[in-house]
């Protein structure tokens, strides 16, 4: 795949065409020595790990080339706060070291630099799973975006320490544990091109198939949902553990684009999601519908250079009904 990728843009530099808009600026004179791959797009209606996948595929891309990344993200990222969180205005860095040594502000006053395009994650997508759609990944892709993980997505020391206290808090590592996310809120709605919504019914059926059987200790659920939170509670009681301090909503719009009073509500959204994908990804199981955080927890499980000794993903199919979605609704 690596390989079929490589060969695509080496064919472009051959016939000098640059349909694949990777013709590099020039903005100053550092870093003579390298081609930035100069990553930022924003796109208001991406709920976190839907961006984090265009991230993973853009940084993909830069590593074939040879380029080096540098993300940043702008001020209509959902996650994005209107004042700076620790000394940064660039949401990603909320969250993530840069991928390599080089600064956002070293990056626009270097001697070239290659912008992201759109088209460049839709031709990454292609290449690897032979479509162009959020939710379609197979095997392959989940693999080698697990290596970009582990090659340039690293936590920063906020973030890493707020992961490691969630996990202890739980227990997760001592015992066996279930991991089981359940995406409800919008996509109770099924708009066009997203994933057909699982019940908390559903996810029991899969559950109580799999726990006594393969001997589970407990079981750590994800939801954005407070309603299917309470349905889980009554069902499984003192088996469950989940993050008690989690806005969830009770709503058919999603957790993402809701409006709250507490302070730096938009960096605590997208720190809880991080925190639910990485308690995920460090279960020994895992039970879900197909939603991204259920895609990002399988590639960072991978990074760490294990699989799941269990694995059940409930997919009922992507609603084709033209209900567009929209962050108001």
Known sequence: MRETLKNILCRREKHQTDIFQLNARRYGFFNADKTIYYVNETNRELGFFAMYRCW?????????CGFVPVINVGPDFAYAENRPIAGTKNPFEYYFLQPSSISVREAMHSSRVVHSDIVHRQMVELVLTGKMLQYDCNLQYLRLMGEIVRKYFKFNHTIQEYINEGLERLGIGDGKTLGVHVRGTDFKKGYDNHPVFVTEEEAFQAIDGVFEKKQYNRIFVATDDRLILEAFVRRYKEKLCFYTDVLRGSDRKS???????RAVHKYQLGREVIRDMCTLSRCDGLVAGVSQVAICARINKLAQKKKYQDLIIIDKGINRNGRVFYQHR
Request: avoid cysteine.
């Open 255 to 261: 957790v993402a684009f809701h409006e709250n009073d």
């Open 56 to 64: 993973l595929e853009y940084v993909y891309l830069a590593d074939v």
